[in-house]
């Protein structure tokens, strides 16, 4: 299987905005000629059909929606990944590779291994940096990952054809690759995405669980839907890559109430000029970041 050449057959298990964009993107390049979805939802599978995400559609990893993949794409919650590999374990082809897109990395990797130890040369764990608040085959989207980031965890055993494969197709898709431990990658993304997504959930919260707060949200307009977008996303994803991810987490929360202590002092001293500091400082941050997009 040399890494440019078009895949007979992928197997995606878990139909939604992940996965689903990059079929669909990888369908119209015809670097894939048939897509299998498997989805406890069979709603979605027909959702995904209609839309021809998906050329074929089951309900459970059997035989027959594994055996013939030449990649399975695993597109699940992170907490689903153990119960997964070892179902597929027994029904792969025999060259057949096994990627992920989850959020977290260590935790996939240890799946790998303990679940598929015989083909663990043919697992490689990968993240796309892309998202949205939707969720489900409806959600799925062309050109999702243009210019977006896509980060391949090694765990040392890989084969480089296979390695080599996973960054190619994310490459068709528009995705720039990049490599790294999964120790780094969870503590980098722990940083610039769990934690802004738990801070959203608590600052909805804070609003919700005022004795005022449906009238507050009566007045809520752009600052707030802006800064709150992140909280609508799905709750069964962020419950796992959460708690898979607690340690870095954490440490970045008692890391937010200094912040916030630093900024109640401010505040209770009125002192103006460390308040006008404070803020110029996280917008030079800010307008940098986005300047290097």
Not at 60 to 87: R, W, Y
Not at 111 to 123: D, K, M, N, T, V
Not at 235 to 250: E, G, Q, V, Y
Not at 256 to 274: C, V
């Amino acid at each position: 299987m040399t890494p440019n050449a078009p895949l007979q057959h992928i197997t995606l298990i878990g139909v939604g905005l992940i996965g689903g964009s990059f079929v669909l993107d990888l369908k119209r390049l015809g670097r894939v000629q048939t897509v299998t979805g498997i989805d406890l939802d069979r709603d979605n599978l027909d959702r995904a059909l209609e839309r021809r995400v998906i050329d074929k559609a089951f309900t459970e990893i059997n035989a027959e929606s594994i055996g013939h993949a030449d990649l399975v794409l695993i597109a699940t919650p992170v907490s689903t990944l153990p119960t997964i590999c070892q179902a597929i374990a027994p029904l792969l082809a025999p060259e057949a590779y096994v990627s992920d897109v989850g959020s977290t990395k260590r935790t996939a990797i240890a799946a790998f291994r303990q679940y598929l130890p015989e083909r663990i040369s043919h697992c490689i764990a990968a993240h796309p940096i892309a998202g949205s608040d939707r969720s489900g085959a409806l959600a799925a989207q062309f050109g999702l990952y243009q210019d977006k980031k896509l980060i391949i965890t090694t765990h040392g055993q890989e084969r480089p054809e296979g390695i080599a494969l996973i960054k190619s197709l994310w490459q068709a898709v528009g995705a720039q690759t990049f490599e790294m431990s999964a120790e780094e990658h969870d503590a980098v993304f722990a940083a610039v995405s769990h934690m802004p997504h738990l801070t959203a959930f608590a600052y909805v919260h804070q609003i919700a669980d005022h004795p005022d707060g449906q009238e507050y949200l009566k007045f809520a307009a752009s600052g707030f839907r802006d800064f709150t977008r992140i909280a609508s996303s799905h709750p069964a994803i962020w419950t796992d890559i959460c708690l898979d991810n607690k340690n870095s987490l954490i440490k970045l929360i008692a890391g937010l109430h200094d912040q916030l202590s630093k900024l109640e002092r401010i505040l209770e001293q009125e002192n103006r000029d460390a308040l006008y500091r404070y803020f110029e400082e996280a917008k030079q941050t800010r307008d940098e970041w986005l300047g290097s997009q």
